[in-house]
């Protein structure tokens, strides 16, 4: 996809970048306030804050790739609910409606998807045991070790309590660590929180990798 064109959800004298502040882009909270002026304010500004967001990696890298996916998804709902709603303001806020409760129930998301796969001579089973084999294989390894380590560092923390005599909660929560790491201070003996190296995960593109086996391997592009 080449450049896009801005599309305008005020009057030329009101600019998108003032919708931002005088007009609610949040997602609706019901299906009654799901309007497709409502959802379309709200898909521009992901694509806008995702178009910002991908100036902060290198073009090859995979979070790059991903951000500029989810900005061109965002505009593509935002310009079919604005083309639609010009001519047929009314159907466009019974799709948006019909959007927001879809979205709304994720096995009915799930069910439709595989379903319009079916229909289209596509294997949704088939496509989607290759994303979640995907993402496996590019799950940055340094997660797993930034995980282990903390699982480490909560277990001594908790050892050093029980040989403090005091109980340990069966569930050990974030506020009972907050509050054990706050008394050790007051006692003169915080504890000390070791820095973890986490390795930066690869410039590699799932997304790429996945598509390229069901027939789908260009990826939108938006240009920034």
Not at 20 to 27: G, K
Not at 68 to 97: E, F, K, N
Not at 104 to 112: I, K
Not at 164 to 173: F, H
Request: include cysteine; glycine fraction near 4%; proline fraction near 7%.
């Amino acid at each position: 996809m080449g450049e896009m064109s801005t599309v305008a959800t005020t009057t030329p004298s009101q600019p998108v970048q003032q919708a931002h502040h005088d007009a609610d882009a949040s997602w609706p909270h019901t299906p009654a306030e799901a309007t497709a002026a409502r959802l379309e304010r709200f898909y521009l500004v992901r694509a806008q804050l995702m178009l910002g967001m991908v100036d902060a990696y290198p073009s090859s890298s995979r979070r790059w790739s991903e951000g500029l996916i989810t900005a061109a998804d965002s505009y593509g709902l935002a310009m079919l609910l604005h083309r639609i709603g010009w001519s047929y303001p009314v159907v466009a806020d019974c799709l948006a409606q019909q959007l927001w409760l879809d979205l709304d129930n994720d096995a009915a998301v799930g069910s439709l998807v595989a379903e319009w796969l079916t229909e289209r001579g596509l294997d949704p089973e088939a496509i989607r045991a290759t994303g979640e084999r995907v993402a496996r294989e590019h799950r940055p390894r340094a997660e797993v070790a930034v995980l282990r380590k903390a699982v480490e560092a909560v277990q001594e923390l908790c050892d050093s309590v029980e040989d403090a005599g005091r109980p340990v909660p069966d569930v050990v929560d974030a506020q009972w660590l907050l509050e054990v790491m706050a008394s050790a201070a007051e006692a003169g003996n915080p504890v000390q929180v070791q820095p973890v190296a986490v390795a930066a995960p690869p410039d590699e593109d799932p997304w790429a990798a996945a598509a390229a086996q069901h027939g789908a391997e260009q990826s939108p592009e938006v240009s920034a």
